[in-house]
């Protein structure tokens, strides 16, 4: 199992950006894929971005193409979102997630390991 760590997870206004880090220990990270979700309240956990474990390969939902990036350096053990003109409805909790040899899936149950969550809030 890997364990994942999620920061950079703030307050900001409509239009700003954010970095959110995902750091891991334990196995060896690039043997994973990783993804990047979310769940606002009362809502269901969705998929935002997913990356192969070489970062040649990456895929986003539909609401975020465009705007967010997702990254890793396999040498620090970490992958990265960058979200650039946030708007309102993407306030939520991101969890990032592990899924050991895969390529990249949109879909949550394909992963086994999950951060704690940080939580992003955009204003209007």
């Known amino acids: 199992q890997v364990q994942l760590v999620e920061s950079g997870g703030g307050l900001v206004q409509a239009g700003g950006s954010l970095r959110l880090s995902c750091a891991a220990s334990?196995?060896?990270?690039?043997?994973?894929?990783m993804g990047w979700f979310r769940q606002a309240p009362g809502k269901e956990r969705e998929f935002v971005a997913t990356?192969?474990?070489?970062?040649?390969?990456?895929s986003y939902a539909d609401s975020v193409k465009g705007r967010f990036t997702i990254s890793r350096d396999n040498a620090k053990n970490t992958v990265y979102l960058r979200m650039n003109s946030l708007k309102p409805e993407d306030t939520a909790v991101y969890y990032c997630?592990?899924?050991?040899w895969g390529l990249g899936s949109t879909i949550k149950a394909d992963y086994g390991s999950w951060g704690q969550g940080t939580q992003v809030t955009v204003s209007s």
């Open positions: 997630a592990a899924q050991l």
């Open positions: 990356i192969s474990w070489s970062g040649g390969s990456t």
């Open positions: 334990g196995r060896t990270f690039s043997s994973y894929s």
